[in-house]
């Protein structure tokens, strides 16, 4: 007995002791994984330049609707927010922040609830975070030091409870690459339709027109949600003055004009190439156009020289010359992939391919026009535009609210391959030559175009900004037929909630109702074939999944997905 007594405090002290080395083997595994995450997040952290900001205090007036911050201002016009920076880069960043530092919240939280959604589980977001980390490395080394010093500044004045995976500044430049970003997905969340037109005089006595833009984006936030629409003009020290349609937060530029009449928007692109990693994101360059070209010929130039992260396709306007291009530029420079065309035509337009022989071939680019909107809305554009004679703002406004496919058929409300499909998130036109802008109030193309007179805003001429008329809303906006759209969207999420509750001879009632107000909703066919899938009717399912795909391209794993799930139902 006492022998077994020892040896099983024997064992009992080996087993302790195997403990103990595990302890000490896993706590020092853990440390040096702790190490090696606090140097891979060290490395490829994005450090701001070191800034120093005057010290202003905001001033309210006794409406409520304009807020003043040193030189700069934000004030709410309608449905728009007009903000006015003025002064060095590091002013304006500083004013940027603490103008519109809410603004930037309502987006910056719908992107986070959008990522949580598509990233399910905290390993898939950590690794692509991860991933992100490593991909975006050191490339801020690519802005020039006054976007540096911006950026830097605004990072600085945005709130911040410093709980966030990145770093404010680390953020913010993530955001001025959203074109480069969205790219990582395989679904194509931001989609654009811009076009140019500029009569020429004729034979017949036509005199030659001025040049007239128009131009959409959409980025896909949900159906529930739109981001405050934000006109930025801007007032550099030592650069030209412009303005700047987007949303806070965005340093860069997606749709801008200068005080020279310089014109520049950008629709994303994809190519085979492979992405730059030190280059400059499309909308900083489309920014420096702006602060620094007085011609077109300027403004191409800049953009053919420039390293750019992704490919992209610009639409480049001079009122001056009453003349526009397109600008259809893959990320690596080279004489094949910067090309122009549309420098001897009257008319000019783009979706988010490129047409030039150099990219016929390119299987990203034909997929893009082949499996989105993109091609149909191209080709939309080309019916619309096909004879624009003596064209005027107002036409510009018609081609952009436009709901009907080709040939003029029919699309229902919503219907993503029409150039006005609910979905916008900007609209602009733009009379170049005389300098007049007008501006989307929302909701999409449907609400009123406010005007801007930027021979003032920008040219500083005359004392007062000259009376200018807008274009008013869409009556689809105030009619039974967009009520029964909104009411549609509602009995969807309304029926997407009783499938969830296993309730699904419920949920097809409901779904029926909003198939009967609106029956070109992508979504809403979706559901209806998972409901009638759970029901045990594969025909009826599948016939709601193929219009899905019909209705809603672009998006390639969602329709993936119900492409694996037809062929499950039998093809």
């Known amino acids: 007995m006492p022998r077994q007594f020892q040896s099983q405090a024997q064992e009992g002290r080996s087993v302790f002791a195997l403990l103990r080395v595990l302890a000490v083997v896993g706590g020092t595994f853990a440390v040096l994984l702790g190490l090696l995450y606090s140097g891979y997040v060290g490395y490829t952290e994005l450090e701001p330049t070191e800034v120093e900001v005057g010290q202003h205090e905001l001033i309210v007036d006794e409406t409520g609707r304009r807020v003043d911050y040193g030189r700069s201002w934000l004030a709410r016009r309608g449905g728009l927010w007009v903000l006015h920076f003025e002064g060095s880069p590091v002013d304006i960043g500083d004013a940027h922040g603490h103008l519109a530092g809410r603004l930037f919240r309502n987006v910056d939280s719908r992107v986070e609830e959008l990522l949580e959604a598509r990233y399910r589980g905290f390993l898939a977001s950590w690794a692509e975070l991860m991933l992100l980390r490593w991909d975006y490395r050191e490339a801020d080394a690519a802005l020039g030091p006054d976007h540096q010093r911006e950026l830097s500044a605004l990072a ?127 909308p900083l360059v489309l920014r420096r156009v702006l602060e620094e070209a007085d011609t077109l ?120 391959n029409a150039l006005e499909n609910l979905h916008t998130m900007q609209s602009i036109v733009l009379d170049a030559t005389s300098m007049v802008l007008w501006v989307a109030e929302g909701p999409s193309t449907l609400g009123r175009y406010r005007a801007f007179d930027l021979r003032h805003l920008l040219g500083r001429q005359g004392s007062r900004p000259a009376a200018l008329a807008d274009f008013p809303a869409d009556r689809l906006l105030y009619s039974e037929e967009y009520r029964d759209y909104q009411e549609a969207l509602e009995g969807l999420d309304y029926a997407h909630e009783l499938l969830v509750l296993d309730r699904p001879n419920e949920a097809l009632a409901a779904a029926r109702v909003s198939l009967a107000l609106a029956p070109d909703i992508g979504e809403l066919h979706r559901l209806l074939g998972d409901i009638e899938r759970e029901l045990d009717d594969p025909e009826q399912a599948k016939i709601h999944y193929r219009r899905y795909l019909e209705l809603i391209p672009g998006r390639q794993r969602d329709q993936e997905r119900v492409k694996g799930i037809i062929e499950e139902l039998g093809g």
């Open 297 to 416: 010929e300027q403004a191409v130039e800049i953009i053919e020289a420039a390293e750019l992260r992704t490919a992209g396709v610009v639409l480049i306007g001079d009122g001056v010359q009453r003349k526009a291009v397109i600008l259809e530029a893959a990320a690596r420079v080279s004489e094949d992939t910067r090309l122009v065309r549309g420098d001897d035509e009257q008319a000019i337009w783009a979706t988010d391919h490129m047409i030039r022989e150099a990219f016929e071939a390119d299987a990203h680019n034909e997929r893009i026009r082949r499996t989105t909107s993109s091609g149909y809305r191209y080709e939309r554009l080309a019916e619309l535009l096909a004879a624009p004679g003596n064209f005027s703002p107002e036409d510009a406004v018609t081609v952009l609210r436009d709901r009907r496919g080709l040939d003029n058929i029919e699309l229902g409300l919503g219907n993503r």
């Open 156 to 282: 600085a004045a945005l709130p911040s409870d410093g709980e966030g995976e990145l770093e404010p500044y680390h953020r913010l430049f993530l955001y001025q690459c959203f074109l480069d970003l969205t790219q990582r997905l395989q679904d194509v969340v931001v989609e654009g339709s811009m076009f140019a037109v500029a009569p020429r005089a004729t034979s017949a006595g036509l005199e030659a027109g001025n040049l007239i833009i128009g131009r959409t984006l959409s980025v896909d936030f949900g159906p529930k949600f739109e981001a405050d629409r934000v006109v930025a003009f801007y007032y550099p020290d030592g650069k030209y003055p412009f303005a700047s349609i987007g949303w806070a937060g965005l340093v860069g530029v997606v749709t801008g004009v200068n005080a020279r009449g310089i014109f520049v928007a950008a629709n994303p692109a994809r190519a085979d190439d492979a992405r730059e990693t030190d280059a400059t994101p499309l």
